[in-house]
């Protein structure tokens, strides 16, 4: 997939003539609203893995009917041709990324872009074709589509899955970036922020290249537009959040 399609859609809905960079920014705008719109951006106080209360949770398990997952798999579709990302399969880790993943497999072929895909299982199957692995004989520069980075745990299993098949873990494409510090569990076992985030690892550490339809500063981008004093009270919260926790944004 070398080559990157025109004609792609701002808000995952309307076409434009090319992806440009303002182009770009606005769908991570539009995939803001529609997250939020559906009940998959949500604001509060959320405890993540790593013990810290956050201000908003993703969760995209909330894009859960047809047409919230199509203009998702639309959103995927546009950052990943815009990035010129070349790749010759899909792969999803279970569990979410399985829709993610089958949704995407869709909607790059009704732009042009047919390649096949595969997920694997938690649990290996021991009847019928058995394994782990489930779709297309993984090969090639593989594509790994997930929702949201944390501590990059998904990506590294599914590095060895890949490797392990002979084909070659190249990309990653999620949905949020939330552009803040991994953690990493000490020898008294207890967990410590790293200066790094999960994206960061990934990238340079591991050599794949990642993809996000939004970051961190996107979604503040979209509670700065936002003027009601309680959007206001939200992005003073997520602000104090990544002033605590997050990481270089221009690595």
Known sequence: MADVTTGAKVGCGVQVPDQTAAAQDELAQEFVRFSVESGVLRWGEFQTKAGRISPYFFNAGGFDDGVKLERLAQCYARRIVASGIG???????????????????????????????????????????????????????????????????AVRESIGLIRAAGATPHAVA??????????????????????????????????????????????????????????????????????????????
Request: with cysteine; net charge neutral.
């Open 87 to 153: 790749f010759d399969m899909l792969f999803g880790p279970a569990y979410k990324g399985i829709p993610l993943v089958a949704a995407l497999a869709v909607e790059l072929a009704r732009l042009g872009h047919n390649h096949p895909f595969a997920y694997n299982r938690k649990e290996a199957k021991a009847h019928g074709e058995g394994g782990t692995l489930v779709g297309a004989p993984l090969r090639g520069r593989v594509l790994i589509v997930d929702d949201v980075m944390s501590a990059g745990t």
């Open 174 to 251: 999620i949905a949020l970036d939330r552009q803040e510090r991994a953690t990493e569990t000490g020898p008294d076992g207890t967990l410590h922020d790293l200066p790094h985030s999960a994206v960061q690892y990934v990238r340079e550490q591991l050599g794949l290249q990642v993809c996000a339809i939004a970051r961190l500063s996107d979604l503040l981008d979209y509670l700065q537009g936002q003027h009601s004093p309680e959007m206001a009270g939200h992005r003073e919260r997520v602000q104090a959040y990544r002033q605590r926790y997050g990481v270089n944004w221009q690595k």
